[in-house]
């Protein structure tokens, strides 16, 4: 069976000229998005460690002013993985 979604036109060389300029610019803007990602990692986990003592100690709001402080075994565990932190996908 012909389906009209299987069928598309041939794209012009003016077109596929712009698309491959678009996609080297998106490719350029998402390296150096990833690039400032990757170089704030260790303020990051900076970050992460004083959020986590705050839950410990401080604790968080639950609900007005009532607050609980999250003991260790319920802390989150980092993922084992070289991506764990990976913000930009």
Do not use: C
Request: glycine content about 4%; overall charge negative; hydrophobic content about 35%.
């Amino acid at each position: 069976m012909k389906r009209v979604q299987d069928e598309k036109p041939e794209r012009s060389a003016e077109v596929k000229a712009w698309l491959n300029k678009e996609i080297a610019a998106q490719k350029a803007r998402y390296d150096a998005i990833v690039k400032e990602m990757e170089d704030l990692q260790e303020e990051r986990n900076g970050w992460i460690a004083e959020f986590l003592k705050i839950i410990q100690t401080r604790g968080f709001n639950m609900n007005g002013d009532m607050r609980r402080q999250i003991p260790d075994e319920e802390l989150p565990k980092r993922p084992d993985r070289p991506d764990a932190d990976k913000v930009v996908w």
